[in-house]
Every structure is written in structure tokens, then in C-alpha cells.
T-cell receptor, first 112, second 115 residues
């Protein structure tokens, strides 16, 4: 199956700093999503971004599908940004829906 | 629109018992998927249902099963519980209409503890 690698696994930053999280995937994808998992376990949708660039407030994401990677940028970090960030992809298929395959996540800790 | 809802939120069972978890998708969404999250294995796909049919299945034993009803609500069942089944079980829904994008939205999860 498709492989999804996220880096770095852990990131500790001071409040106000910027960060870049990376997601590499091993095959063509129909779907790529970034999630933030809150302390209670719920996955919060950040971006649906199989290709291109999107921005939402302090967060932005870029996916370069031809090179099989995606980047999540967080600017001016706040303590509420702490948590685990997951990249998940759906492999491109002619047979309809495929499952979401998740990376192992990046644990972000923002220190006040 | 209300989000994906899952019940119960927390559950404690003993080995050998069985459990049923419920998921109500976002109104209008026709696809429901289930995932298991554990510290050791991360987030893993269990199965996906669309129009009451299982379309896709992950690599889990037959003790894990599910179904979808005509209103798109879904249940998953785990029989003969083992300690290793302790996990957060997440349900996701997506629209999957023609020309739609398959963006998945997740519920809050059911945290199952097997003693």
C-alpha cells in the first residue's frame, strides 16, 4: 500500500515562532488532508489539498503532487496550536473509493 | 450542519465480551468509514460503507464487523474482545456524490478500554 511519512516527529517551539511540517507519500493521490488532533482525540480538518496551495488564517498548506509531498506552515504559533498534526492520503485508483492512509504524525508543543 | 456524532464516548468492557459502537454521519453524507487508533499502530482503516454496502475493508480479523443503515448511520461490532482492542475508534463521513471530493470529516471518537 501507499506509504506516508511525516517529519519531524516532534517539534518544540516558543510561542510566536513559525513552523513547517512535512508529509511525503509514495504514490499518486486523489485526496490529501491535514488534521489537528485535539487533546480529546478528535481530528479537526485543517485542509483538503490534493494539489496546490491554500491558506486559512495563520495556517497554510502546499501540496506538490508531482513530487509527492505536502507542507503545512504554521505562523506566529500559539499555545492552542499544540497537539498532533496528521497528514492522510487516499491513493489514486480507478476502482472508486480508497481508504485514508495516515502518517505517524508530528507532535507540536508550543511553549509560552 | 451538525457534525459526525459517535456513541458512546467511553466504554469499558472485559475480555471475551462484545461491543457495538454507533456513528451518525453529517446529514447528506453517504459514506461512513471507521478507523482504529492505538499508540503502537497509529491510525488504521477498518472498513468503509456506502449505500449500505461495505466497499472497502482494512486488515483486521473477522471479529471486527460493521453495517450501515438506510439513513446512512453505521454501527461497528467487535466480538470476543481482546486486551489489544483497547483503542480510540473514530468514524468519518464524506459525501461521495458525483463530482464531489472525498473530504472526510471525523467524529469525536469512542474510547474503548478492555480489561
Amino acid at each position: 500500500g501507499i506509504q506516508v511519512e511525516q517529519s519531524p516527529p516532534d517539534l518544540i517551539l516558543q510561542e510566536g515562532a513559525n513552523s513547517t511540517l512535512r508529509c511525503n507519500f509514495s504514490d499518486s493521490v486523489n485526496n490529501l488532508q491535514w488534521f489537528h488532533q485535539n487533546p480529546w482525540g478528535q481530528l479537526i480538518n485543517l485542509f483538503y489539498i490534493p494539489s496546490g496551495t491554500k491558506q486559512n488564517g495563520r495556517l497554510s498548506a502546499t501540496t506538490v503532487a508531482t513530487e509527492r509531498y505536502s507542507l503545512l506552515y504554521i505562523s506566529s504559533s500559539q499555545t492552542t496550536d499544540s497537539g498532533v498534526y496528521f497528514c492522510a492520503v487516499e491513493r489514486a485508483s480507478n476502482f472508486g473509493n480508497e481508504k485514508l492512509t495516515f502518517g505517524t504524525g508530528t507532535r507540536l508543543t508550543i511553549i509560552p | 450542519k451538525a457534525g459526525v456524532t459517535q456513541t458512546p464516548r467511553y466504554l469499558i468492557k472485559t475480555r471475551g465480551q462484545q461491543v457495538t459502537l454507533s456513528c451518525s454521519p453529517i446529514s447528506g453524507h453517504r459514506s461512513v468509514s471507521w478507523y482504529q487508533q492505538t499508540p503502537g499502530q497509529g491510525l488504521q482503516f477498518l472498513f468503509e460503507y456506502f449505500s449500505e454496502t461495505q466497499r472497502n475493508k482494512g486488515n483486521f480479523p473477522g471479529r471486527f464487523s460493521g453495517r450501515q443503515f438506510s439513513n446512512s448511520r453505521s454501527e461497528m461490532n467487535v466480538s470476543t474482545l481482546e486486551l489489544g482492542d483497547s483503542a480510540l475508534y473514530l468514524c468519518a463521513s464524506s459525501w461521495w456524490g458525483e463530482g464531489s471530493r472525498n473530504e472526510q470529516f471525523f467524529g469525536p471518537g469512542t474510547r474503548l478500554t478492555v480489561l
